[in-house]
T-cell receptor, first 113, second 113 residues
Framework: GESVGLHLPTLSVQEGDNSIINCAYSNSASDYFIWYKQESGKGPQFIIDIRSNMDKRQGQRVTVLLNKTVKHLSLQIAATQPGDSAVYFCAENLENAGNMLTFGGGTRLMVKP | DVKVTQSSRYLVKRTGEKVFLECVQDMDHENMFWYRQDPGLGLRLIYFSYDVKMKEKGDIPEGYSVSREKKERFSLILESASTNQTSMYLC????????????FGPGTRLLVL
């Protein structure tokens, strides 16, 4: 079936570098995407979202890019800090799925000092 | 800030026991959700509720039931716990007006022996 997935299960970056976490989705009917951050021992926390009528959205140190042509979503974190170490999930909402989200498997980001 | 709390952080139960997981939110959200989280599988939706006494099955409802008697409280019930229900259980809540944005609790780690 159609699903949301991630290319890399683990990403290790040096403190201060930029991080890019990728997500592939296969359902072209998805119209809303969210990135969540989950720190150890905590529930997922909303980071940033983007609708399918946008290509890019920026937050504080984070940018989400959406490429609908290849069904690809990415989260960019600028000047990665130790506090960014966590598991990052992408999630999609289908236009006809009401309140339900479909989550990817997650990518673990490890920041080296 | 939205606060979603779960009754237990850790639970150990025996096979065949009835298990109750409680979730409470303090933001008057209409929607509430129960997920389970397993390594490599991400978050999978068990049940959700969009109003008091209303419930909808998610992707993996088998072996679970739910109860929503009050707007702020959503309970997940394992009628007869089995070892394959050992997992992290996450509750979330959200607004109908923003159905895609969900706020998560800290999770309950359940071990079934």
């Amino acid at each position: 079936g159609e699903s949301v997935g991630l290319h890399l299960p683990t990403l290790s970056v040096q403190e201060g570098d930029n991080s890019i976490i990728n997500c592939a989705y296969s359902n072209s009917a998805s119209d809303y995407f969210i990135w969540y951050k989950q720190e150890s021992g905590k529930g997922p926390q909303f980071i940033i979202d983007i609708r399918s009528n946008m290509d890019k959205r920026q937050g504080q140190r984070v940018t989400v890019l959406l490429n609908k042509t290849v069904k690809h979503l990415s989260l960019q974190i600028a000047a990665t800090q130790p506090g960014d170490s966590a598991v990052y999930f992408c999630a999609e909402n289908l236009e006809n799925a009401g309140n339900m989200l479909t989550f990817g498997g997650g990518t673990r980001l490890m920041v080296k000092p | 800030d939205v606060k979603v709390t779960q009754s237990s952080r850790y639970l150990v139960k025996r096979t065949g026991e009835k298990v109750f997981l409680e979730c409470v939110q303090d933001m008057d959200h209409e929607n509430m959700f129960w997920y389970r989280q397993d390594p490599g599988l991400g978050l999978r939706l068990i049940y959700f509720s969009y109003d008091v006494k209303m419930k909808e099955k998610g992707d993996i409802p088998e072996g679970y039931s739910v109860s929503r008697e009050k707007k702020e409280r959503f309970s997940l019930i394992l009628e007869s716990a089995s070892t394959n229900q050992t997992s992290m259980y996450l509750c979330a809540s959200g607004l109908v007006a923003l159905p895609e944005t969900q706020y998560f609790g800290p999770g309950t780690r359940l071990l079934v022996l």
